[in-house]
């Protein structure tokens, strides 16, 4: 009969270890639970000598594993949160922890996530816990993540803690899919009215030129400036870059240049502190990151982190320089022994209810679900202050649309009208 070594935490949490004797990996770990610990590992113990019973379909599975996969960049957040919801079940209904990790694997295509839990499962087999395995892989698992698992570990309640983060994980993308969607439309209509006016001004606008150039018309300044912009787009002479490359390159430009600028310290803290300060966009950054922050901070709390610790986590993943500045004199107040809801209400980032809600919180010792109270309420007026953007964008994006239109026609029928009239008058 196979010997099977574990690892399970006691009603108390604390770790213990020793082995069973069982048919199989499900009848160890009832064995286990049936002396009251909740096991955390089960692995069967190797035989001098050979793979034991199951090496050999290890050996195999090592064996597929070598093959190529891709490593570059991050693990998405939607494949992770996929994961962290299937772990959840797999641990609720029972399965050992290697096993589970073993099944997420083996149902990933390849790529960078199924290497990384490749690894993992590897680690936790070793008898490394999950969390340390899953902290030396930060292109999927960043330091929020990591300390609940080891929240959860330490409580026994892995199972609750991964529910718990997973519901966190989709309501942060919810969030994000809700931003983005909005943002699609006005983006979309931009881009082709730009691609649409630039080829204007590149192919026709030279057509009208030769005409009026061939009847010698008087030209107004309006369309004097049109074909001077029309020149510049296609390049007149001496002109190095044509103005069609600036316009179509100027959004990869930007985001090149203000890439660069987040990379500094001052640069990341000026282009933070002047995004809130943006009318209309100010508000809706702002109303993302407190949603962000409480989401996070209240998440920690609820999954046993210590609160210093949490709030340092919270700063750090806030991706905001004004919050990521009251968050760190939050810290320090409380470190001191005095407040939360102080510091933050002299920094001024939050409005009064969220500052008041958070001093409730304190007093009742329930600030963890009053974190996710002010959460889930500024979910919702960031989804209204999005459809309230995209309502005011639509009709300004047909004003803006019908200026430039009108502009080019005005521009154009103006030295028309003027031929007309000399012709009328040279035949009178």
């Not at 099977?4 to 949490?13: F, I, K, T, V």
């Not at 000598?49 to 991050?74: C, D, Q």
């Not at 930007?254 to 300060?277: E, Y």
Request: glycine share 10%.
């Amino acid at each position: 009969m196979p010997t099977y070594l574990y690892e399970a935490l006691n009603s108390a949490g604390q770790s213990q270890k020793g082995t069973v004797e069982a048919d199989s990996s499900e009848e160890a770990v009832k064995q286990i639970k049936t002396q009251g610990y909740f096991p955390t590992a089960v692995r069967e113990q190797k035989v001098k000598g050979g793979a034991g019973v199951g090496g050999a379909e290890r050996i195999r599975k090592k064996k597929r594993s070598t093959g190529l996969s891709i490593n570059i960049g991050k693990v998405r957040r939607k494949h992770l949160t996929l994961f962290t919801r299937q772990l959840s079940t797999l641990q609720d209904a029972g399965l050992p922890l290697l096993r589970s990790l073993q099944i997420l694997e083996g149902q990933q295509k390849p790529g960078l996530l199924k290497s990384i839990l490749s690894q993992v499962a590897e680690d936790v087999e070793g008898g490394t816990t999950l969390s340390d395995s899953m902290a030396k892989h930060p292109k999927a698992f960043d330091r929020l993540y990591c300390k609940m698992v080891n929240a959860g570990e330490i409580g026994g309640v892995l199972d609750i803690i991964l529910q718990r983060l997973a519901n966190f994980m989709e309501k942060a993308q919810r969030l994000r899919r809700r931003i983005i969607g909005a943002m699609i439309y006005p983006i979309v209509v931009i881009t082709v009215a730009v691609v649409i006016v630039t080829g204007i001004m590149y192919f026709v606008i030279p057509k009208f030129q030769d005409i009026f150039n061939d009847f010698e018309v008087e030209l107004p300044g309006l369309t004097i400036w049109l074909i001077n912009t029309s020149k510049w787009v296609a390049g007149s002479e001496g002109q190095t870059i044509p103005g069609a490359v600036w316009i179509l390159g100027s959004p990869f430009l930007v985001w090149l240049f203000f890439t660069l600028i987040r990379k500094t310290g001052p640069g990341r803290a000026v282009t933070d502190i002047v995004r809130i300060k943006i009318p209309v966009i100010g508000g809706l950054v702002k109303k993302t990151s407190v949603a962000r922050f409480t989401r996070t901070l209240g998440t920690l709390i609820a999954a046993g982190v210590p609160i210093l610790e949490a709030i340092m986590i919270t700063r750090d993943t806030s991706g905001n320089y004004v919050f990521e500045k009251a968050l760190t004199k939050v810290h320090d107040s409380i470190r001191e022994g005095e407040t939360f809801a102080g510091p933050l209400r002299e920094s001024k980032v939050c409005d009064a209810l969220v500052v008041n809600m958070i001093d409730v919180g304190e007093e009742t010792g329930d600030l963890d679900a009053m974190l996710m109270k002010i959460a889930d309420n500024y979910d919702e007026e960031v989804d209204v202050a999005v459809q309230s953007m995209l309502s005011l964008l639509e009709p300004l994006l047909v004003v803006v649309l019908g200026v430039v239109v009108g502009t080019i026609v005005l521009a154009l029928f103006l030295p028309l009208v003027r031929m007309i009239e000399s012709v009328s008058t040279g035949k009178l």
